[in-house]
Nanobody, 120 residues
C-alpha cells in the first residue's frame, strides 16, 4: 500500500508564491517519476511538471521560468515551488508517482489534491 499526502495549497495574490509538498509513504523500493498535475474547473487535468529519479525535470510551457520541481529522495518527497503566480494557475494540484514497491511491482499512485487559488 502506498500513500501520498499533499500540503501547501492555499489562497495567494497574483505575483505571490506557494510551495507544494507531497510525501510518499508505504511499501516503497524505489520511486521512479514524481510529477505534479493540475485541474482547473471545466478543464482537463494537465501535467505541470515532472522529475525523474536522476533529477531531470520538465515543465509545461505556461509555467516555465516560474515553477520549480524538486525531490528529496531521502524523504520520499516531491516539491513544487510556484513563484509569480497568476490567476490562471488557479486549480486543484495533484501529486502523482510511479514507483516499485517492496515486491517489485510497478505502482502508479495519485494524491488527493490540494487547492491553489490565485486572486486579489
Amino acid at each position: 500500500q502506498v500513500r501520498l499526502v499533499e500540503s501547501g495549497g492555499g489562497l495567494v495574490q497574483p505575483g505571490g508564491s506557494l510551495r507544494l509538498s507531497c510525501a510518499v509513504s508505504g511499501s516503497i523500493r524505489s520511486i521512479i517519476t514524481m510529477a505534479w498535475y493540475r485541474q482547473a474547473p471545466g478543464k482537463q487535468r494537465e501535467l505541470v511538471a515532472a522529475i525523474g529519479s536522476g533529477g531531470s525535470s520538465s515543465y509545461v510551457d505556461s509555467v516555465k521560468g516560474r515553477f520549480t520541481i524538486s525531490r528529496d529522495n531521502a524523504k520520499n518527497t516531491v516539491y513544487l515551488q510556484m513563484d509569480g503566480l497568476k490567476p490562471e494557475d488557479t486549480a486543484v494540484y495533484y501529486c502523482r508517482v510511479n514507483l516499485r514497491n517492496n515486491w517489485g511491482n510497478l505502482i502508479d499512485s495519485w494524491g488527493q489534491g490540494t487547492q491553489v487559488t490565485v486572486s486579489s
